[in-house]
Each structure stands twice: as C-alpha cells, then as structure tokens.
Nanobody
Framework: VQLQASGGGLVQAGGSLRLSCEAS????????MGWFRQAPGKEREFVAA????????YYADSVKGRFIIARDNAKNTVYLQMNSLKPEDTAVYYC????????????????WGQGTQVTVSS
C-alpha cells in the first residue's frame, strides 16, 4: 500500500488546514487509517484514527475538539481537518494504515506516507 499525503503548509494560529492522504495498491476499505505527527526534537505521536467503515474515530487529547478525521472509501482517501491551529501543532504529519483495529501505538501501523509539513505561526 502506498500513501500520498498532501495539504500541509504555513498558517497563522487560529487558522485551518485540511490534509489529504490518498492510498493506492491495496483495498482501502480493509484498512484502519490514521495520522501521526512529529515535531522537532520530539517523538512521533498519535493524532487521530478512523475505523474501516469510518463510523468510529479516535483522537489524541491534544487535538480533540479541533481536528476531524474522515474517510471517503470511494476515493481511497482519508482527510484530517485541522481547525483552531496552535503553534504547538507544528510538525510533520504522517498518514498511516494498518489491518485490524485502531491502535494508538506507532509500531502497530504497517504503512506510512512520506509526511507533510504543517507550520503554525504565532
């Protein structure tokens, strides 16, 4: 499975961005999809994940209420809508996929995209 993320950029605090991740080479609806991020000098951390059907979603406490993950199985794409962005959201964001159930641990995810940079200025 190949994952291609896009949509990162520079935004002011309080602004919004939408990340997209298109999957190819597999059966999209069979994968749990998610997003991780890594800020400079910090470990890669879980951001959000979405069940195969899209019905169940899970978020890190730090983004709950501000970010929304959604998927379109017809387009093989998962999205991360990021609202009320803060400077501490600055990171490289990675799209991920795995078989099985949603998990918060990065080593549980089988497939990773190349990452897209999100920078939030104060």
């Amino acid at each position: 499975v190949q994952l291609q993320a896009s949509g990162g950029g520079l935004v002011q605090a309080g602004g919004s961005l939408r990340l997209s991740c298109e999957a190819s080479g597999g059966t999209f609806r069979t994968y749990v999809m998610g997003w991780f991020r890594q800020a400079p000098g910090k470990e890669r951390e879980f951001v959000a994940a979405n069940s195969r059907s899209g019905v169940s979603t899970y978020y890190a406490d730090s983004v709950k209420g501000r970010f929304i993950i959604a998927r379109d199985n017809a387009k093989n794409t998962v999205y991360l809508q990021m609202n009320s962005l803060k400077p501490e959201d600055t990171a490289v964001y990675y799209c991920v996929a795995r078989f099985g159930e949603i998990d918060y641990a990065r080593d549980k995810y089988d497939y990773w995209g190349q990452g897209t940079q999100v920078t939030v200025s104060s």
